[in-house]
């Protein structure tokens, strides 16, 4: 979950030289120079600093600037669009902001298929640099004159970028959608080989998609299996966020789509899998539960599961909140406190409603909005329905009991007798003791229900981890090994890492 905070944009914008200060309150006059159309639409943001200018990376999670988001439609070029009070603000209008100097940015979002601001088919401009307060700074005109670029993609002997269409995404949307992976391959991969080469399938958290592949290669690197195992990183990056795999009333069929369609097809094309005792799953954070959940929704088609760090495994749990508890509340607890929702250690350092704020202003694409993109039933004017009241924070029972159906826990217990000899071996859940965000207590609660039920499944608990401490270690090798034995391989150069207790 959250696995965005983590990601650096690669991509600034240099100021131009400042503004000349101003006695008046702070507006934006933005204007676009028809290179992406005479008329755009789309939604506007103007991202401000002190510091550079990310132009990808949005807003930052635990230290946030001030940014304003406004939905335009059929925007002339040339034409000065004022942007004042009448945009969305996580923290008030910009004549609210405090003592410069800043660094301002506009960027028009318009590509469907990401969760990211600037994305290919996207508009943004040069920063701009001014001087003073939102009493003072006066109109600071922006200009949007660049596309956003294509995404570039260095050939690798190893790596196999794969982008086709999906009929059944594209059927639901009305338009082309893309399946996307990057497989990774070992040196002396033979794609005509009579044995198909076993599988990894591994999902990444929230912001990332198979553009991870070189990093994912880097990681694997470490594994005794490397020339052996292949592994297929999945894009599940989407307009709405992360859409887990999940079929959803909002984004889709996602996993009928991936088990029907791309898995065939990558397994045709590059010699893979073909029987489930050569497949596997892995991921991290909302990968993590994606991995999971595909597991037990397809019990025969794969053999196992590493799920690192996943998102809500049991909705009791909902980061600090329980959702199925009486007047349950997303924002705050019953003192009235904000809920915490972040720490570093012990320490709480980001909380629920000033987060929500920020999602409010993104619109699509926020991380705790991608779970109602895949969550929720669609309302009627074709959006998710939301979970909770944006200002009061109530969690709304008609919505909940549409989630149900996603509460792994829940699927679980509920189809035990089914699920149980299927699953059985196959499940191996790792999550830090002090994770990120609040998420290691459904995976402890879940292994106590194993225990309770003498089920053979790997928990483990790291003491004092946090959200990436599960990719330290040896994790990774281990992955591999648990796989190798499965599979019979025989040319084992390490011991195994023996599994530690739930703490």
């Known amino acids: 979950m959250l696995t965005a905070l983590l990601i650096v944009s690669a991509l600034f914008v240099d100021p131009v030289p400042a503004v000349e200060p101003s006695t008046t309150e702070l507006k934006f ?14 939604r506007l943001y103007i991202m401000l600093t002190k510091g ?41 209008p910009p004549s609210s902001i405090g003592e410069g100097p800043w660094k301002a940015v506009a960027l028009l979002r318009r590509n469907q298929d990401s969760s990211k601001l600037a994305a290919v088919g996207g508009l943004y401009g040069p920063g701009v640099s001014f001087e003073g307060n939102g009493q003072t700074a006066g109109t600071v005109e922006l200009v949007i004159d660049n596309p956003v670029p294509e995404r570039s993609w260095k050939l690798h002997k190893n790596l196999r970028l794969i982008e086709t269409k999906s009929d059944l995404l594209s059927d639901f949307y009305g338009r082309n959608i893309d399946h996307g992976a990057c497989v990774i391959v070992p040196d002396d991969y033979d794609p005509d080989r009579e044995e198909p080469y076993p599988v990894m399938y591994w999902i990444g958290g929230f912001g990332s998609d198979h553009y991870g592949g070189r990093f994912m290669k ?88 590493w799920s690192l760090a996943p998102d809500p495994l049991d909705f009791h749990y909902f980061q600090t909140a329980d959702l199925y508890e009486e007047n349950a509340n997303m924002l705050f607890d019953k003192d009235g406190n904000p809920r915490p929702i972040a720490r570093m250690g012990e320490q709480a350092v980001l909380f629920a409603p000033e987060f929500s704020k920020m999602e409010e202003v993104l619109v699509d694409g926020g991380q705790l909005g991608s779970f109602e993109w895949v969550f929720s039933q669609k309302g009627e004017d074709g959006r998710p329905l939301k979970m909770y009241d944006r200002e009061t924070g109530a ?48 995976v402890i609660d879940l292994g ?31 992955m591999d090994e648990w796989f190798a034995r499965r599979l019979g391989l025989t040319n084992f150069q390490a011991p195994m890492v023996g599994p530690e207790p739930v703490q």
């Open 448 to 478: 106590a229900f194993f225990q309770e039920k003498n089920f053979d499944a790997m928990i483990r608990v790291v003491e004092g981890g946090d959200h990436g401490a599960v990719f330290r270690g040896m994790v990774i090798v281990e």
């Open 52 to 92: 550079k200018i990310p132009l990808l990376g949005g807003p930052n999670w635990m230290h946030a600037e001030p940014f304003y988001s406004l939905d335009v439609e059929n925007w002339a070029k040339d034409t000065p669009l004022i942007v004042a009070e009448n945009a969305r603000n996580m923290s008030g």
């Open 29 to 42: 006059s933005v204007t676009h120079d028809g290179d992406g159309g005479d008329s755009v639409s789309g």
């Open 218 to 305: 880097m990681m694997y690197t470490a594994s005794y299996y490397d020339d052996q195992v292949c592994r297929v990183i999945l894009n599940a990056d989407c307009y709405g966020g992360h859409h887990v795999f999940a079929d959803s009333e909002n984004n889709g069929p996602r996993m009928t789509a991936l088990m029907e369609e791309f898995i065939p097809f990558l397994e045709k094309k590059y010699n893979l899998g073909g029987s489930a005792e050569k497949r596997y799953l892995s991921g991290h954070s909302s990968g993590g539960w994606s991995s999971l959940w595909l597991l037990i929704q397809n019990p025969d088609f794969f053999d196992g599961v």
């Open 395 to 442: 969690v709304s029972p008609e919505v909940v009991e549409h989630w149900k159906q996603y509460d792994i826990r829940k699927v679980l217990e509920d189809n035990w007798e089914e699920l149980a000899p299927k699953l059985s071996g196959k499940i191996n859940i790792i999550a830090g003791g002090l994770d990120t965000f609040y998420l290691e207590q459904p």
